[in-house]
């Protein structure tokens, strides 16, 4: 009976030591596996071959360098700044000039996206090293045609409100309100498109990847709010 009772302490201490050195293999194997994991790979920069020759491995600190961008594409980017900048202008008017709900959604979603669009301009524009705004007296290469501002040299991108067209909408309430700030938006809008065509016509321009997504998304959005105000007029015309 003692040498029964011996052997079962023994064999329980065996199976704990067993247990103990199988979770001490397990704790080291997954340390390594952790470790494994948190090392940072080495990043492999590939530069494919011209057609018949092999590719070639670069440095990891090779980084990409932008092409050069379209003179045209950039005057482009900075006349949309400016575009965009009075489009957001006669947006903050609503609030304190009509109590009609349907424009207010509208220019809220117009507030929103250009907004959102100058941002996304002013960075293309500083990655390639390009100043947001400029004087802009070759904008005729891209067959521009403009107004000239009442205070100011600096020329009008297509569409764009004029001084006395801003004044006249600062000073409506109400229905006048509404009727003037549609047909001025329809207006803007229709010079955006313009815009967007003469890019478009313009040889060597529109190429970019960035750019080309962003002109084309300004002429379809724009199409689709100038439809939306269009039918808004027919809805609720002024009456004289």
Known sequence: M???KIRGVLSVTAYSCALAVASTLASL???RVCAQQTEPATPVVVQPGAPGKPT???PPSTSGTLPPASPADVLFMQGMVI????AVEMTALIESHTENK??????????SSQSDEIKFMERWLASRGQPISETMPDMHHMKMSHDKMSHDSM???PGMLTSEQMEALRKAKGAKFDHLFLKGMIQHHGGALI????LFDTAGAGQDAELFNFATDVDSGQRAEIRIMQNMLERKPLKD
């Not at 575009?83 to 009075?86: D, K, L």
């Not at 349907?102 to 507030?111: C, E, V």
């Open 2 to 4: 003692c040498t029964w």
């Open 29 to 31: 194997s997954s340390s």
């Open 56 to 58: 070639r491995a670069l």
């Open 83 to 86: 575009h965009h900048a009075q």
């Open 102 to 111: 349907d424009l207010k959604s509208l220019g809220a979603r117009i507030s």
């Open 155 to 157: 020329a009008l991108m």
């Open 195 to 198: 815009m967007v065509k003469d």
